[in-house]
């Protein structure tokens, strides 16, 4: 699977050398591994691929294309969104959302306005693609969010680009393709 950039990803399964994960390889020797979020992809029709940008803007493209259906219809959808990705796939407890989205707005019932927002959050995302909704996971007194297979996110990206620079034993050549990159 392609990988932006580079050449030569594809997703491991479960019986390869590492679980979720996206690996580079160069002459079949590995050179590159990126930890995805690893989660299979659901049925039914989704997009080919989904790209996630977290910074500068928080946007979401669909086949390289922009959509704006959820920063413009919930700030806090999105805030909520960024925050689980921010938490790469390990529950946030919800106390900890709540904290985190409505610190100064006081509400009534703040645990019954987390679960309407997660609610109507997934309707948005399943608008923008059938298989985005089910990306927001509930935990026991905690959310996280699931990566789809077809799905990147650039913060992900970096952090691994990052990750391979810090190694003593990268080539020249990879490495200027790795600052290239960004």
């Not at 985005?132 to 996971?137: H, W």
Request: glycine share 4%; aromatic share 8%; net charge negative.
């Amino acid at each position: 699977k392609k990988f932006e950039g580079l050449s030569y990803i594809h997703l491991v399964s479960e019986n390869d050398f590492k679980k979720n994960s996206i690996y580079d390889y160069d002459d079949g020797k590995l050179v590159f591994s990126v930890k995805n979020c690893g989660i299979p992809k659901e049925d039914g029709i989704v997009a080919e691929t989904i790209r996630i940008q977290m910074m500068d803007h928080f946007l979401i493209f669909i086949d390289e294309k922009k959509t704006d259906h959820l920063a413009a219809k919930s700030k806090k959808g999105a805030a909520l969104v960024q925050y689980l990705i921010l938490n790469a796939g390990e529950p946030v407890p919800n106390q900890k959302l709540l904290t985190a989205l409505w610190d100064e707005d006081k509400s009534t019932n703040p645990e019954n306005a987390l679960k309407t927002l997660v609610s109507r959050l997934r309707v948005l995302l399943n608008q923008i693609d059938p298989s985005l909704g089910a990306c927001i996971v509930s935990d026991r007194g905690a959310y996280h969010w699931k990566c789809l297979d077809n799905m990147t996110i650039d913060m992900y990206e970096i952090d691994a680009i990052f990750e391979r620079l810090s190694e003593n034993n990268v080539p020249v050549p990879e490495q200027r393709k790795l600052y290239n990159q960004l």
